[in-house]
C-alpha cells in the first residue's frame, strides 16, 4: 500500500488558481495500472471526482471542472500535482489525493481505490 500526503494552500482568493501537491511514498506512480485521482467534497455534499493522472501519464478529467482543471507530475519527486483556476467559494471543499488500480482484460474490468491521502481544507475566500 502507498501513503499518500496532500499539501498546499489553506486559504486561495476568488478568481487565483489553487495548487495541491500530493506526495506518494512506498511506490512508484509511475507502476503500471494504477491511476492517480484527486477528489474533493465541499461541506455538506458527497465526494466529487476532479480528474487523474494514469501511470503511463494520460490524464482525464471530470467534464465539469476540465476547463479549470490540469493534473501533472513530477516522476522525480514521485509526486502528482492539481491545478485549479479561476476558484470561486463553491471550490471550498477538503481535497483528498488517491490511487486507484483499473485494469482491463477478456474477462471484464477491475478497478477500486486502495489508498488515501488524509484530505487538506482548502477554502476559497477573500
Known amino acids: 500500500q502507498v501513503q499518500l500526503q496532500e499539501s498546499g494552500p489553506g486559504l486561495v482568493k476568488p478568481s487565483q488558481a489553487l495548487s495541491l501537491t500530493c506526495a506518494a511514498a512506498g511506490d512508484s506512480i509511475t507502476t503500471t495500472y494504477y491511476w492517480w485521482s484527486w477528489i474533493r467534497q465541499p461541506p455538506g455534499k458527497g465526494l466529487e471526482w476532479m480528474g487523474a493522472i494514469a501511470w503511463c501519464g494520460v490524464t482525464y478529467y471530470s467534464p465539469s471542472l476540465k476547463s479549470r482543471t490540469a493534473i501533472s507530475r513530477d516522476t522525480s519527486k514521485n509526486q502528482f500535482t492539481l491545478q485549479l483556476s479561476s476558484v470561486t467559494p463553491e471550490d471550498t471543499a477538503v481535497y483528498y489525493c488517491?490511487?486507484?488500480?483499473?485494469?482491463?482484460?477478456?474477462?471484464?474490468?477491475?478497478?477500486?481505490?486502495?489508498?488515501w491521502g488524509q484530505g487538506t481544507q482548502v477554502t476559497v475566500s477573500s
Open positions: 488517491a490511487r486507484k488500480y483499473y485494469d482491463c482484460s477478456s474477462s471484464g474490468c477491475n478497478n477500486f481505490y486502495d489508498s
